[in-house]
């Protein structure tokens, strides 16, 4: 039974490890660039989300409140990109990896002058709500995560594969230079993959917020989503999630089964095995670009 506690709980928080990894997926696969403020994107998305819902905030219901944080982080991700990131267009990856990290510490500092740095609740309709299966205590809130996070996987499926602005996207990964002579207009499909990027960070802030405080500081759990990134190959959308799922159950395994602190290394430790045996991810899709 403890068994089955540790791998729901483990599932629920790898399904938010996995979409924070799949925001930074979708930006390199589109623009081959490294976004490490993905988390703070989340950690911003859940605190507007907060100021919409909560009573002590603006009050809204909170199925209104969270599609319209969602819309505004899509916004404020576009506009990352179209006013900061365009700008450096042909300077090299290192310097948007620096200009992401900068912006990281930017939206931390906005998110604590604003909200403050003590940690805060989400009010949610199914907070300290428990479902009872055969002898197991399973939270509402875990189904909500993993629930949602199954629905947002396959929109995301039938987005890339069957719409012509997910194709688009996948045209401009392969090769820039090739979908901009076909007539893609390249620039507004990397602006429309951040601003993709940040609705699906906000939708992992609002699941996480859903289980746990949030604060300031949430933004650095984007670490360890691009550690899941790695581990499941940074250029596959599956494998993104996969990794997100095998941080998720390494966590409460190791705290449960092993000494004080590994919990908190055992997502880089696998990373770390995984950058050995498999340089390119466990899910990597190796193939030439399209030209």
Same mark, same amino acid.
């Given at each position: 039974?403890?068994?089955?506690?540790?791998?729901?709980?483990?599932?629920?928080?790898?399904?938010?490890y996995?979409?924070?990894?799949?925001?930074?997926?979708?930006?390199?696969?589109?623009?081959?660039?490294?976004?490490?403020?993905?988390?703070d994107?989340?950690?911003?998305?859940?605190?507007v989300?907060?100021q919409?819902v909560?009573?002590?905030?603006?009050g809204?219901?909170?199925w209104?409140?969270?599609?319209?944080?969602?819309?505004?982080?899509?916004?404020?991700?576009?506009?990352?990109?179209?006013?900061?990131?365009?700008?450096?267009?042909?300077?090299?990856?290192?310097?948007v990896?620096?200009?992401?990290?900068?912006?990281?510490?930017?939206?931390?500092?906005?998110?604590?002058?604003?909200?403050? =740095?003590?940690?805060?609740n989400?009010?949610?309709?199914f907070?300290?709500?428990?479902?009872?299966?055969?002898?197991?205590?399973?939270?509402?809130d875990?189904?909500?995560?993993?629930?949602?996070?199954?629905?947002?996987?396959?929109?995301?499926?039938?987005?890339?594969?069957?719409?012509?602005?997910?194709?688009?996207?996948?045209?401009?990964?392969?090769?820039?230079?090739?979908?901009?002579?076909?007539?893609?207009?390249?620039?507004?499909? =990397?602006?429309?993959?951040?601003?993709?990027?940040?609705?699906?960070?906000?939708?992992a802030?609002?699941?996480?917020?859903?289980?746990?405080?949030?604060?300031?500081?949430?933004?650095?759990?984007?670490?360890?989503?691009?550690?899941a990134?790695?581990?499941?190959?940074?250029?596959?959308?599956?494998?993104?999630?996969?990794?997100?799922?095998?941080?998720?159950l390494?966590e409460?395994?190791?705290?449960?089964?092993?000494?004080?602190?590994y919990?908190?290394?055992?997502?880089?430790?696998?990373?770390?095995?995984?950058?050995?045996?498999?340089?390119?991810?466990?899910?990597?899709?190796i193939?030439?670009?399209?030209?």
């Amino acid at each position: 039974m403890e068994f089955a506690q540790l791998v729901l709980g483990g599932v629920a928080g790898g399904c938010i490890y996995g979409l924070v990894a799949l925001g930074f997926v979708l930006i390199y696969k589109a623009t081959e660039s490294v976004n490490f403020a993905q988390g703070d994107l989340m950690m911003l998305g859940a605190f507007v989300t907060f100021q919409f819902v909560n009573v002590s905030q603006w009050g809204m219901p909170f199925w209104v409140g969270v599609p319209l944080a969602v819309v505004v982080m899509a916004v404020v991700g576009y506009l990352m990109e179209a006013l900061i990131i365009r700008r450096l267009f042909g300077q090299p990856q290192f310097a948007v990896v620096i200009l992401t990290i900068a912006i990281g510490f930017v939206l931390r500092f906005i998110a604590g002058l604003i909200w403050g =740095h003590e940690p805060l609740n989400l009010e949610t309709p199914f907070a300290g709500k428990n479902l009872n299966f055969l002898g197991l205590a399973i939270g509402v809130d875990e189904v909500f995560v993993i629930g949602v996070t199954l629905v947002l996987t396959v929109a995301l499926y039938i987005f890339f594969a069957r719409t012509k602005l997910g194709m688009a996207m996948q045209a401009s990964s392969q090769n820039q230079l090739a979908a901009y002579y076909m007539g893609v207009p390249v620039k507004r499909v =990397h602006g429309l993959v951040w601003a993709l990027s940040g609705g699906i960070a906000t939708v992992a802030g609002v699941l996480f917020a859903a289980r746990g405080s949030i604060d300031p500081n949430l933004g650095l759990l984007g670490i360890k989503a691009f550690a899941a990134a790695v581990i499941g190959g940074f250029g596959s959308l599956p494998g993104a999630l996969a990794g997100g799922l095998i941080v998720g159950l390494a966590e409460p395994f190791a705290g449960r089964y092993l000494p004080a602190g590994y919990s908190q290394i055992a997502p880089y430790a696998i990373m770390l095995v995984v950058l050995v045996a498999r340089p390119n991810g466990l899910f990597a899709q190796i193939q030439s670009k399209k030209v």
